[in-house]
């Protein structure tokens, strides 16, 4: 780590309404991410999906969490268990301890 290289970020993401299988089939998913994005920002959920594509993501099928690089609609996001509208979206900057719950509400019948 450099002098100027911040420390990783540790945070809690889940995964629920089927979204888990998409992760090793793990509900939990306890992170360290870098708290800077490739251009030196500070992470955001933005980057934290990118980043769980790359990283945290098992299953090759990721056009079902992900559509055109955003989540895809259907998904309900929760940041620390509040709506991420209220948040900012994409654009929240993460915190060390945050929880982030992904929740499919699209089900086949």
Known sequence: ?????????SITVDFSGGLEMLFDNKRRHSLSIPANDKNAKPANIAFLIEYLCENAMKDPRAELFVL????????????????WELEGEEAYEIQAGDNILFVSTLHGG
């Not at 780590?1 to 970020?9: F, K, L």
């Not at 895809?72 to 620390?80: A, E, M, S, W, Y």
């Open 1 to 9: 780590m450099s002098p100027t290289e911040e420390p990783p970020i």
């Open 68 to 83: 055109d690089g955003h989540i895809r609609p259907g998904i309900l996001v929760l940041i620390n268990d509040a709506d």
